[in-house]
């Protein structure tokens, strides 16, 4: 079977849902196509910061998903070797250019089904994997793993670090960092006493944090340097976070930390290899061509030590469709095909332009600040906790 679709997006994840909800909320219909057979809505949970916020206000689901989640003081920085804290840092400070912060941790769940339950029915096609891309005139043909096929003007690939699209457009395998990390949730039915900080520890090889999600759920997460050895363990969830546990035990940290990392449970605790888009390969390589472009960890997978991949991805969601909509919408005004064409092309070349240099920033500064976190000698050490700990913050 042979279907047609004026925009595609491929993938049904963060990006993918705030590309739809910004393409509905700029009067633009599109067609999602989602590989799994329901919503994604498992994984953990995300750091919201101010930019995020503006997006998810601008895609219309900010203000529901604040009551669902608590807001953060204050960012607090320990040394693992001392037990002292190194920075506090205020998160609801005013900025230079957007007024006052705002941190919140996000349970994926919920942000996914809030993007998903503002959009059109039948926009989210399930059971639709894309397995290769093809050039058919001025509109690209999807061939999908049931055997049919998809006509698009328009092609936006939302579909991962291990993108169809990504590698249909040229972009490069995302290089391993050389990191793992391991993130779990806490559930309290009872309610914790948890304060609403983000508390961080870094310790020799390792950083880890803490933050609460609500009034009964706790995240957290272990970022490490791997030697090789760990391997077998890092597939076992049980041995993860022993693993965490061990390495937790041997620093002086709070007995909250510890607690909270006990009480998770092992269905919500996995380990992933931390990967990144290289600097050159961002700078160089086509984000877009024709009418086809990528978002969010197709485009830009970083390490998490900024917090600032899903935010980078709803914002992609915010300007791209601004700049489809800006192409495309007009009073009644009846364009020829080529004209279209054209269009579209500008607006994702435009859309490109704008997201470029702002997401190479922040795949560098994450990996620059990841490597300087976890240093694994004195000296790094030394530097992290007694000079750069303010600036790292």
Known sequence: MEGVADIVVVGAGIAGLAVALGLHRSGLRSLVLESSDSLRASGFAITTWTNAWRALDALGVGDALRQQHVRLEQLVAFSASSGSVTTRLSLRAR??????????????????????KELPHGTIRYSSKVVSVE??????LLHLADGSTLRAKVLIGCDGVNSVVAKWLGLKVPAFAGRYAARGIATFPDGHAINPEFAQHFGTGYRSG??????????????????????????DAARVREFVLSKMKTAKLPEEVLHVIERSELSGVASSPLRYRSPLNLLWGDISRGNVCVTGDAFHPMTPDLGEGGCAA???GVV???CLAQALIGAGQERSEEDERRRIEAALRKYANARRWRNLDLVVTSFVVGFIQEGGNWVMNMMRDEVLSGLLA
């Open 320 to 322: 791209l469709a601004k």
């Open 135 to 140: 050039e058919a005139g001025t509109v690209k």
């Open 314 to 316: 709803l914002e992609d």
């Open 210 to 235: 803490m933050l609460p999600c609500d009034k009964k759920s706790v995240y957290w997460f272990f970022t490490w340097t791997s030697d090789g050895e760990d391997k077998e363990m890092r597939k």
């Open 95 to 116: 900025g230079k250019h957007i007024g006052k912060h705002e941190v919140r941790c996000l349970k994926r769940n919920l942000l996914v089904e809030a993007l998903a």
